[in-house]
Nanobody
Framework: VQLQASGGGLVQPGGSLRLSCASP????????IGWFRQAPEKEREKLSC????????????YYLDSVKGRFAISRDNVQNTVILQMSKLKPEDTAVYYC?????????????WGKGTQVTVSS
């Protein structure tokens, strides 16, 4: 599966951004899709994941306490995308954001990665 993340940019603290993960060659409702980020000189962080929705509503998970209540993951099966809606952004959210397919109902390892999209939170 090929994945493409988009929607990043420069935003002021307290602002919002909507990231999209799309695939030109696969139907994403058959994949568990996660969002990750990596800031300079920091380890990659797993943010959120949504399980496949081909056979029923997917489940959503959030792994990082600092984004709970501010970030929301969802699917748009018509557009074949997975969305990460980010609000109340903070400078520490600055990073390259990636989407990936994830094994094991979102609790396994990521296997296919998209190119990242830069998010910069700064005044």
């Amino acid at each position: 599966v090929q994945l493409q993340a988009s929607g990043g940019g420069l935003v002021q603290p307290g602002g919002s951004l909507r990231l999209s993960c799309a695939s030109p060659d696969s139907d994403l409702k058959y994949y568990h899709i996660g969002w990750f980020r990596q800031a300079p000189e920091k380890e990659r962080e797993k943010l959120s994941c949504v399980t496949m929705s081909a056979y029923g509503p997917g489940s959503t998970y959030y792994y990082l306490d600092s984004v709970k209540g501010r970030f929301a993951i969802s699917r748009d099966n018509v557009q074949n995308t997975v969305i990460l809606q980010m609000s109340k952004l903070k400078p520490e959210d600055t990073a390259v954001y990636y989407c990936a397919s994830v094994q094991g109902n979102c609790w396994g390892s990521p296997d296919y990665w998209g190119k990242g999209t830069q998010v910069t939170v700064s005044s």
